[in-house]
């Protein structure tokens, strides 16, 4: 449990040279998520913030939405043959009276550490299952100086990519630019899955005065996951998808992409965006 880093041997060639070192590499292993008993999902993710992982897997599958809606969450003992627990998979209980989607029991996902959806009934379905319209809350105003600004905050808060330059980093920021939390993991959509589900957690959902950023680009799993929680800001250092930006065009969610430095593109929302109308130009 919580095995973040493994060391393994290297061959390392610099300028001609050959030397052998050890080198620290991120953890990737799978975790099986069960709902109330029932096999749900395996994700390829880091171990660490497991419960929250889940948790907010299930806020963005529409099963939870506030902290007590959650029961327990536990890891399967006996997980192996032998009967060691691997912390591999854990079991999340509902509360009495909470009413699972049938369409997230019909299925058993197998998600990678890079996956993402596709489709318009993908879109249908964030639209329809989202808890939190985005469109229905104050707005969040922001300056492009404070958004210009979060992308160092966020590299100077990993911990992990320091020692192995292999993990995503998911961060929330208050609208005045500080930072709320950070989560790193192999997969992107882990990261952000862990953010939420600690939210949830803390009984903070809606996020709908946050700013969410991500590390890589803005998938549209990425956007459901924002738009699932509330948030009304998703940036992202890199690009987004079409997808990603068709639902938070349909949502409401202000979506920024390739943030780096004072260069950045908005591609929906940018009523959340302080310009002035003279540095708009087509």
Known sequence: MGRVTERRKVIRIRDGRVTER?????????????????????TMRTPGDDFALAAGFLVSEGVL????????????????????????VVDVRTAP?????????ERNVYTTSSCGLCGKASLDAVRTTARFPIADTPPVR????????????????QRVFDRTGGLHAAALFSEEGDLLDIREDVGRHNAV???VGRALQDGRL??????????????????????????????????????????????????VGFLRGASMNVYAGEHRVALTAAAVQD
Do not use: H
Not at 97 to 105: A, K, W
Not at 144 to 154: A, G, I, T
């Open 206 to 255: 809606p996020l709908s005065r946050a700013v969410l950023l991500v590390s890589g680009r803005a998938s549209f799993e990425l956007a459901q996951k924002a738009v699932m929680a509330g948030i009304p800001v998703l940036a992202a250092v890199s690009a987004p998808s079409s997808l990603a930006v068709d639902l938070a065009a349909e949502t409401g969610l202000t979506l």
């Open 65 to 88: 939405g506030a902290a007590d809606e959650l029961q327990s969450i536990v890891y399967c003992a006996g997980a192996t043959a032998e009967g060691a627990n691997t912390y591999n």
């Open 193 to 195: 899955d862990k953010l």
């Open 142 to 157: 922001l300056g492009v100086e404070l958004l210009s600004e979060l992308p160092d905050r966020l590299r100077a808060a």
């Open 22 to 42: 050890p080198d620290t590499l991120v953890t990737e292993e799978p975790l099986e998520i069960r709902l109330n008993g029932r096999p749900l999902a395996v």
């Open 97 to 105: 009276g909470v009413v699972i989607p049938d369409i997230t029991l």
